[in-house]
């Protein structure tokens, strides 16, 4: 029997504006394309590393070769518990984006070779998938609102508005007043403190905001637990979860968590604190990272399990170099095709 065979390039991905968020704003985000094949058969997955969640190009570079020498005894990609051991020996913690990677790249192998869409190969259904939300992301006042009335006229209907400044209430509500149909939902990425947090509350209320996700730090369980207890709005964790096992702490701090499969460690991963989520009465959304079709397909793949999407990173991008998404403004259509359903454009 043919033995897997592990290959990986990297990918710039550029944002058609830079995208700003609480901790940094950048324009250009290095992804790594990951490739297992067997006997013919390929299966793709990309690396969206975070500096957050410890990962840079530079560890992702590191560790590929280390995880092709590990995988070089495994013959079998249907196996993913042996895939998956194999990967916990060479990468106990951490490097969640490349272990991502590996796992896109095995379940869309086994999809190719059935012939099948990868959520089919799941056990995921083609239910129409929840509307996704689009990014304003940080800056100056007047180009927030800018972007914000640029996207509502493209058709978006839900925004994700990116907070965590000495400015959010004057952002939330000029925004709110600018538009005052359009779905608000509100990410402090981890940037209030517990007393503006508080505040806050009033200012979200106002503007009639439908979510506010990850309010404090990561590690202020207790800190979310309290505010809870007086907020409307449901508490989405995002950087609070970094791994599945972690749902199980969060049910007591938050109503819904934030998946992404580049911090969980892939679809399997993702699949696994859905049904902990669930299992615990808590709401789910399915987020990203900067990301291309080939990421967001994966996650696209678990979107009509979940309650909220979020899911518009290859949307942000000016130069996605795959194809097969299709989107009618927040719409995202299940892909179609075996495997992820995306297609790389020529160079
Ligand atoms: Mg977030």
């Known amino acids: 029997m043919d033995l897997v065979n592990l290959t990986w390039d990297t990918l710039d991905l550029h944002t058609a504006q830079p995208f700003g968020i609480a901790r940094w704003t950048h324009s250009v985000y290095p992804r790594t394309l990951v490739t297992l094949e067997r006997g013919g058969v390929q299966g793709r997955g990309e690396a969206a590393p975070n500096a957050f969640y410890g990962e840079t190009r530079g560890t992702v570079e590191a560790v590929l070769p280390l995880l092709a020498t590990a995988l070089e005894g495994v013959r079998d990609p249907w196996d993913w518990e042996g895939l998956h051991a194999a990967v916990t020996r060479v990468m106990p913690h951490d490097h969640p984006s490349v272990k991502c990677a590996l796992e896109m790249a095995a379940v869309e192998w086994c999809a190719m070779l059935a012939g099948v869409p990868a959520r089919h190969l799941l056990g995921l259904s083609d239910r129409p998938l929840p509307h996704s939300s689009y990014t304003v992301s940080l800056a100056e006042l007047p180009e927030m609102r800018q972007r914000a009335r640029e996207a509502v006229e493209a058709g978006q209907t839900i925004l994700k508005v990116k907070l965590g400044t000495d400015r959010d209430e004057a952002i939330l509500t000029a ?144 130069d996605d170099p795959f194809t097969g998404l299709h989107w009618q403004a927040g719409e995202l259509a299940p892909p179609q095709g075996p495997g992820w359903g995306v297609t790389r454009r020529p160079e």
């Open 175 to 318: 925004l709110r007043e600018e538009l005052p149909h359009v779905t608000l939902r509100v990410d402090a990425n981890a940037a209030w403190t517990r007393v503006q947090a508080k505040r806050m509350l009033d200012v979200l209320d106002a503007a009639n905001a439908e979510l506010l996700e990850q309010p404090l730090a990561a590690d202020d369980l207790d800190g979310h637990a309290e505010l809870r207890r007086t907020a409307r709005v449901p508490l989405v964790a995002d950087e609070s979860l970094h791994h599945v096992r972690d749902v199980l702490s969060l049910a007591r701090a938050f109503d819904g968590v934030n998946l992404k499969l580049a911090k969980l460690g892939g679809p399997l991963q993702a699949l696994q604190a859905l049904r902990l989520a669930r299992a615990h009465g808590m709401q789910v959304m399915i987020g990203c990272m900067i990301e291309s079709s080939l990421g967001i397909a994966a996650a696209a793949a678990l979107a009509g399990s979940c309650d909220w999407a979020d899911l518009d990173g290859a949307l942000l991008l000016a």
